[in-house]
């Protein structure tokens, strides 16, 4: 049977050798009126003046996390929480995002054409779509063209699952390679 094509972003389900996972998050600010959409289980960069943005291509930024939603007060007053950051959001004050940032980080994710064994131990780039403006999730893949050359993640195994194979939309067990914590260059 052949994988689905059902794109989830980054689902994060682990980090490397045997160290606890509490899902932790830490908040970093979203420019207000900021274009570009950020969507759940999407990649993040920080920006220079502190604020962080999508990242949304194969390029050459250090990956920062990834995105797990933002909360911000409206125009009206009211606090908001969203899965999303919508493209131009204003604000009254701050909009904090919530970002998994540590680079030992494990994710789940989907690729975007056919991967097999030989491509463990790889790297592959992001391959992006934007996301579900109802549910605020991400569609965020991995591309299926891997290479020993520097690119944004590094191809740890196949997700062991039941009905999960080599193959089209095979879901890939990652880790950021080109982590904005594990360079000593700032932004």
């Known amino acids: 049977m052949a994988n689905p094509d059902k794109p989830n972003g980054f689902k994060l389900v682990g980090k490397l050798g045997s160290a606890p996972q509490n899902n932790g998050c830490t908040e970093y600010s979203i420019a207000s009126g900021q274009s570009g959409s950020i969507f759940s289980g999407d990649p993040v960069q920080m920006l220079t003046g502190g604020t962080i943005s999508v990242v949304n291509s194969a390029t050459t930024v250090k990956i920062l996390g990834i995105f797990r939603g933002c909360k911000f007060i409206d125009t009206d007053g009211s606090v908001t929480f969203k899965a999303h950051y919508p493209t131009g ?3 009254t004050s701050t909009i904090v995002a919530l ?5 030992e980080n494990l994710y789940e994710v ?18 992006y779509t934007a996301g579900d403006t109802v549910s605020g999730q991400s569609k965020a893949e991995i591309a299926a063209t ?5 690119k944004q993640f590094r191809i740890i195994s ?3 699952e039941p009905d999960n194979a ?7 067990l990652v880790k950021i390679n080109e982590h904005a914590y594990s360079t000593t260059a700032g932004v």
């Open 89 to 91: 959001q204003t604000s």
């Open 99 to 103: 970002v998994e940032d540590s680079p």
């Open 110 to 127: 989907q690729s975007s054409g056919s991967l097999a064994l030989t491509d463990v131990g790889a790297n592959v780039d992001l391959a």
């Open 146 to 150: 891997s290479s020993a050359a520097t």
């Open 158 to 160: 196949k997700v062991s």
């Open 166 to 172: 080599f193959g089209a939309n095979v879901k890939m």
